[in-house]
């Protein structure tokens, strides 16, 4: 069965303080592990797909990486409007449909 | 904006009663999901849905839950004799490209059900 765990659960940051948000997965033959962002009483919102291990994607204060056994979401001096849950989850080679998702990272970005 | 609208924003039924939660896409697609996230806990994969017919389905997926395309557009979760469990929000979500692509799933802003 995938897993998806992430961590911190919260994370609370300066305006302009740089952090790492971390994803740790297990799957069976991963087809695409995808980051989103999901505001209070909203769907998550699409950010990156990463598909094989050394690769990254970036947009705007936000990177993200991927190794085989963990993921991780940088995000470069923060402000205000970025603060969300961040949600990552894995779709596995057992499935065309599913995503499994792990709980998210509440980031918190004060001014 | 999200690529597809759900309706009702928020809906509260009473125990035992039957709701249906729909989702209209803004274009023609043949791919969707439904997906709930119970308050404080995991995005949860419920069911897939293609070509009218269903593709995927979760243990939680059980009887009391179908999914329907009755006119061609809408798309529609129905929830039988609901219980106060069913309290959650629920996403319908669509998938661009090829089903077996590796394309993002793109969600709408949910129904939030309340079970009384």
């Known amino acids: 069965e995938d897993q998806v765990t992430q961590s911190p659960e919260a994370l609370r940051l300066q305006e302009g303080e740089s952090s790492s948000l971390n994803c740790s997965y297990t799957v069976s033959g991963l087809r695409g592990l995808f980051w989103y962002r999901q505001d209070p009483g909203k769907g998550p919102e699409f950010l990156f797909t990463l598909y094989s291990a050394g690769e990254e994607k970036e947009k705007e204060r936000l990177k993200a990486t991927l190794t085989k056994k963990e993921s991780f979401l940088h995000i470069t001096a923060p402000k205000p409007e970025d603060s969300a849950t961040y949600l990552c989850?894995?779709?596995?080679?057992?499935?065309?449909?599913?995503?499994?998702f792990g709980k998210g990272t509440l980031l918190t970005v004060n001014p | 904006e999200p690529e597809v609208t759900q309706t009702p924003s928020h809906q509260v039924t009473q125990m035992g009663q039957e709701v249906i939660l729909r989702c209209v896409p803004i274009?023609?697609?043949?791919?969707f999901y439904w997906y709930r996230q119970i308050l404080g806990q995991k995005v949860e994969f419920l069911v897939s849905?293609?070509?009218?017919?269903?593709?995927?389905k979760s243990e939680i997926f059980d009887d009391q839950f179908s999914v329907e395309r009755p006119d061609g557009s809408n798309f529609t979760l129905k929830i039988r004799s609901t219980k106060l469990e069913d309290s959650a929000m629920y996403f319908c979500?669509?998938?661009?490209?090829?089903?077996?692509?590796?394309?993002?799933?793109?969600f709408g802003n949910g129904t939030r059900l309340t079970v009384t």
């Open positions: 274009s023609n697609h043949l791919y």
């Open positions: 979500a669509r998938k661009p490209g090829s089903l077996s692509g590796n394309s993002p799933l793109h």
């Open positions: 989850a894995v779709q596995g080679g057992g499935s065309n449909y599913k995503l499994t």
């Open positions: 849905f293609y070509n009218n017919e269903i593709s995927e």
